[in-house]
């Protein structure tokens, strides 16, 4: 069986100030827009006191269709988000 290429970058974890959050959307902004990766798919899996935050920022990033926020997770939902993705 051929193992497929990652097609995704994810988070994974608390979301609140220095976890890093901001940095993957922007590596997602630039991944996208700059250098034409344009099927990218973010996966944003946590919760936390900045989760609104996270929200406006990915509304003003220009890739809000490309971000997938999770919120709290199961384990289920986690395995799937990354099984083709980077974990950043």
Do not use: M
């Amino acid at each position: 069986q051929k193992t497929q290429p990652p097609n995704g970058i994810a988070f994974l974890g608390r979301l609140v100030g220095g976890k890093g959050w901001e940095t993957v959307i922007d590596v997602a902004v630039e991944l996208i827009t700059k250098r034409g990766f344009d099927d990218l798919v973010v996966h944003v899996l946590g919760d936390g006191p900045e989760s609104e935050l996270l929200r406006l920022y990915v509304q003003a990033s220009g890739i809000a269709s490309s971000v997938q926020i999770h919120g709290h997770a199961h384990v289920a939902t986690i395995r799937s988000a990354l099984e083709r993705s980077v974990l950043v």
